[in-house]
C-alpha cells in the first residue's frame, strides 16, 4: 500500500469555523490531489499540486485553498466552513513507476453543522 | 469535457456468480484505472490499464481504448468484492476523471 495518512479522519464543525486537512506522504511523489466525494456525484477534483509550491483548481475549488511547502504535505483548508462542505475528502498521490497512476489516503469525514 | 459512464449501476450477485463491469468514455484517454471502494470506505487500486488486458486473480480488465470502453470481470465473486466499482480516466492532463460507479452487492 502507498503510504499515505489523513488527519484528522473524523471532524465535526460549526459553520463559519475554518478547518484545515492534512495529507502525508512517505513515497516522495510529485502529484497530490485533494478530492470530495458526495452521494450521487463520485469522486470529484477540488484542487492538485505538481511540486512544492505549485498549485492549481480542480472541478470544484470554490471555498477551498490548499498549500503545499514541503514535497510529503499536502493542507486542504476551508476559510470558512458551510453545511454545503460536508463530505468525505480524499488525498491522493501519483508520480511513481506508473506516472500517473492514483493512489488514495483512507479519508477524513467532515460534518459541518 | 469527457464523460465517462458505468453499467451498470447496481448489480447483486449470489456468491460464485461471474460478472462483466462497463466503462464507457467521450473521448481519446491517456490512461485508465479500475478502484474497488470497499464497505468501509476504502480506495483501492485494481488496474492501471490505458490499453490491453490485465490479470489479478479472480479479476482481469480490458480497455480497448480506440473504441473507448473498458470491461471489469469479476469471476467466482466472493461476499468480499462487495462495494463500488470505480473507473476514472485521464485525457491531456494530470487530472483523472471518476465515473459515478457501479454498486455491487454479493450475497452467500
Known amino acids: 500500500d502507498a503510504g499515505i495518512t489523513q488527519s484528522p479522519r473524523h471532524k465535526v464543525t460549526e459553520t463559519g469555523t475554518p478547518v484545515t486537512l492534512r495529507c502525508h506522504q512517505t513515497e516522495n511523489h510529485r502529484y497530490m490531489y485533494w478530492y470530495r466525494q458526495d452521494p450521487g456525484h463520485g469522486l470529484r477534483l477540488i484542487h492538485y499540486?505538481?511540486?512544492?509550491?505549485?498549485?492549481d483548481k480542480g472541478e470544484v475549488s470554490d471555498g477551498y485553498s490548499v498549500s503545499r511547502s514541503k514535497t510529503e504535505d499536502f493542507l486542504l483548508t476551508l476559510e470558512s466552513a458551510t453545511s454545503s462542505q460536508t463530505s468525505v475528502y480524499f488525498c491522493?498521490?501519483?508520480?511513481?513507476?506508473?506516472?500517473?497512476?492514483?493512489?488514495f489516503g483512507p479519508g477524513t469525514r467532515l460534518t459541518v453543522t | 469535457g469527457i464523460q465517462v459512464e458505468q453499467s451498470p449501476p447496481d448489480l447483486i450477485l449470489q456468491e460464485g456468480a461471474n460478472s462483466t463491469l462497463r466503462c464507457n468514455f467521450s473521448?481519446?484517454?491517456?490512461?485508465l484505472q479500475w478502484f474497488h471502494q470497499n464497505p468501509w470506505g476504502q480506495l483501492i487500486n485494481l488496474f492501471y490499464i490505458p490499453s490491453g488486458t490485465k490479470q489479478n486473480g479472480r479479476l482481469s480488465a480490458t480497455t480497448v481504448a480506440t473504441e473507448r470502453y473498458s470491461l471489469l470481470y469479476i469471476s467466482s465473486s466472493q461476499t468480499t468484492d462487495s462495494g463500488v466499482y470505480f473507473c476514472a480516466v485521464r485525457y491531456n492532463t494530470d487530472k483523472l476523471i471518476f465515473g459515478t460507479g457501479t454498486r455491487l452487492q454479493v450475497f452467500p
Open positions: 499540486s505538481y511540486g512544492v509550491k505549485d498549485t
Open positions: 473521448d481519446s484517454v491517456n490512461n
Open positions: 491522493a498521490i501519483s508520480g511513481g513507476q506508473a506516472a500517473y497512476e492514483q493512489y
